[in-house]
């Protein structure tokens, strides 16, 4: 294999695969990046065997061949080049590489060992717009916990619904619901994606609003294409949590408040809590004022906010961490939080219910 | 005590003063900032013992008073209040903090208990840039290692000598030499400042061009005066190395070469090597070609660099990081390398030696 690419080109296609790289795998050919070189594509490819990344790279192609280059040293070396031409030439044992009048020398692996991406078909493919599927990730991901026992709690379940994709992800203790308007209308179809899969890949989308990707799905996985790359992962086989009840919970409160003032007073509460993720932050509405109150070893503090409510005077605890991260997921100026009793959970959510954010209480006193 | 404050000027004050704040002392009023309200002055200070700040803040001052407040409670409740003017009343056991619509209360500590700043007097004080003193902490601080058991190591040498200022810093392996012009002349003298004290001076300094430091000294101690800011630190006891042979050294082989091309190639070289501390990158000097060779597990590389060369050819090792720390603290398009054997100091510095790096070579093979 001989080509010639620009630095920058290379680096941004090495950047983009490196995602799917394996960094320690008993099967060493899983920590390189395979480059296919034929007629006039250059195609680079890694593959965990759960998650695979596939881009194109512009190039100058002087001698086709398939071979794998160790991804670490690669991504190392390609970092530091000069900008400047790269030439690539391939045998048996070694990538030689020159750029300037640097020349290295990187030993190689055959190509024809790298595990094979699935083949996934993209004649019905789902289109969506690269920020909105970003965003939706972003909105969502957060509430996911790849580090529960119950693999479902560190995936995200997608499903199409006419013309409407709905995401969800719950960890036990909180629940993201999103759903968006598609262009076009499908045929319903639910798919559980691997959490890791999305944050990949939202770091991989360029996330331009009229650039599009195409979802495609089998009974076992899921392709994402856009521009030149295409990302496969394998869902999580099982049935998802049943959230349906939960979206359709009533609330006898309801407290419309300012949000940035709300996470602002929020994140100052947490100043005087020794362990945030055990102590809760007690919210006290009382008409139309919402009043946290926080007394420890380092001191105490209060503060309130005017809010409107309507419905009764409440008092509930919450793990601030959680309120902040869903606050921090909504765009709107004004969120409304529905309340229903000490015990029961809260939702945040918007009328037509494009987002619920579902967040259990914590026991205070 | 009773103040009122704007949010960003008392930011400001906590700011600069918590970097002398001890954070765990047997002595928890070091943990502490202490606010004297005198007349017309809100002074902010920290003191560890070895090392203290003092600041003024601008404000309305309602009532005189002395108090310590726990520095980590202040700094983060400070941070995260909202932009608007910022009420402390104290009394023996908290001060009463408010701003908008938060109330925090802090406990305090009587400031008489505060440990006093050594008085320094202001009277002989050498005036230098602001500028200037922090790159010249920045261009040697780098060759001072405070983890070494010699203390002169986590120290530097502040030399007045008529209109200069010298500095040295050295930590075994290697030693940093800078002298810059002052305005005025000055009794000579010589200091040894600890290196964290110097750190802590230039993340503080402002650093304008236009704006100037008076450093005053004593036997024992040093201040640093510039804007309302006051910094003292205890001056390290003892003679400090002597590097005059090494400043008269000769040198039978000069390099001249371009410096950026010098540290990218450096930077390179060190990607195959496995650990950068202990294998050098081993220098080829042939004529008017410098090339680097680097053998690893993870293949090899080579790159020659174009420079001229006055002297014999030469190969010598060098641990990189302290070839690449050397040549980022020197602002000149072009160095010279000054090299003797490959058993022997190399030396990179300027003709009039304003910087002088010394650099032990390491063994190979």
Same mark, same amino acid.
């Given at each position: ?74 991504? %190392? ?130 996330? %331009? ?28 086989? %099982? ?127």
């Amino acid at each position: 294999m001989e080509i010639r690419v620009k630095k920058d080109e290379l680096l941004t296609g090495v950047d983009i695969v490196s995602k799917a790289v394996k960094e320690k795998s008993p099967m060493p050919i899983l920590e390189c990046i395979l480059f296919t070189v034929i007629d006039d594509e250059i195609r680079l490819m890694a593959n965990d065997t759960e998650f695979s990344i596939e881009t194109v790279i512009k190039g100058d192609i002087k001698e086709t061949g398939m071979v794998a280059i160790d991804a670490k040293t690669l991504t %190392g070396l390609v970092k530091k080049l000069p900008n400047d031409d790269v030439l690539i030439i391939t045998d048996e044992k070694a990538a030689a590489i020159k750029c300037g009048k640097l020349k290295a020398n990187v030993p190689v692996r055959d190509g024809s060992g790298f595990p094979a991406v699935p083949v996934v078909s993209r004649e019905t493919a789902v289109k969506i717009s690269q920020f909105s599927l970003r965003e939706i990730i972003r909105q969502t991901i957060f509430c996911s916990d790849d580090k529960k026992a119950n693999k479902m709690m560190g995936a995200e379940l997608f499903n199409i619904s006419g013309n409407r994709l709905n995401v969800t992800a719950l960890d036990g203790c909180r629940i993201a619901f999103r759903s968006i308007e598609l262009k076009d209308s499908y045929e319903d179809r639910t798919a559980i994606i691997p959490s890791k899969a999305l944050k990949d890949l939202s770091s991989i989308i360029p996330g %331009g609003v009229n650039d599009e990707v195409e979802i495609c799905f089998t009974d076992n996985h899921v392709l994402f294409g856009f521009d030149d790359t295409t990302v496969v992962a394998r869902l999580v086989d %099982g049935k998802y949590f049943d959230t349906e009840k939960m979206l359709n919970m009533s609330y006898s409160t309801q407290v419309k408040v300012n949000k940035r003032e709300l996470l602002e007073s929020i994140d100052r509460s947490t100043l005087f809590l020794s362990n945030i993720d055990k102590q809760p932050v007690v919210v006290d509405i009382t008409g139309n004022t919402l009043e946290w109150k926080i007394t420890s070893s380092h001191g105490s503090m209060t503060e309130d906010l005017d809010v409107s409510t309507s419905g009764n005077d409440l008092k509930i605890g919450f793990n601030p961490k959680f309120l902040m991260e869903a606050l921090k997921a909504i765009d709107d100026e004004e969120v409304t939080l529905h309340l229903e009793s000490a015990k029961m959970p809260a939702a945040i959510k918007d009328d037509a219910e494009n987002y619920v954010y579902f967040i259990l209480p914590v026991n205070f006193q």
